[in-house]
């Protein structure tokens, strides 16, 4: 089994900027993807950014230029850099790792943005 934990979510203002992170632990293969999702309230979960464990990345349209993902592999950890972020960034963001057949997700972390 493999958990994920994720931390760093919360309220900023627009134009602010906030990292998330995600530990990833358990029986995690040295070949997978990490990534990160998100939710908005009444809609469906979407892909913001997917990063290989060969650092080969992925992102969303609404987010390129402006969200960075990263990971350590050593700490099993993937991070989201987020700037200039916008109102309609608010969302729980969830974290996510494949590997083989498999697929797990984070409990999610609450990112408002609002003045």
């Known amino acids: 089994q493999v958990q994920l934990v994720e931390s760093g979510g919360g309220l900023v203002q627009p134009g602010g900027s906030l990292r998330l992170s995600c530990a990833a632990s358990?029986?995690?293969?040295?070949?997978?993807?990490m990534g990160w999702y998100r939710q908005a309230p009444g809609k469906q979960r979407e892909l913001v950014a997917t990063?290989?464990?060969?650092?080969?990345?992925d992102y969303a349209d609404s987010v390129k230029g402006r969200f960075t993902i990263s990971r350590d592999n050593a700490k099993n950890t993937v991070y989201l850099q987020m700037n200039s972020l916008k109102p309609e960034d608010t969302a729980v963001y969830y974290c996510n790792l494949r590997q083989s057949v498999a697929a797990y997700w984070g409990q999610g972390t609450q990112v408002t943005v609002s003045s």
């Open positions: 358990g029986s995690i293969s040295s070949i997978n993807v």
């Open positions: 990063i290989t464990s060969g650092s080969s990345t």
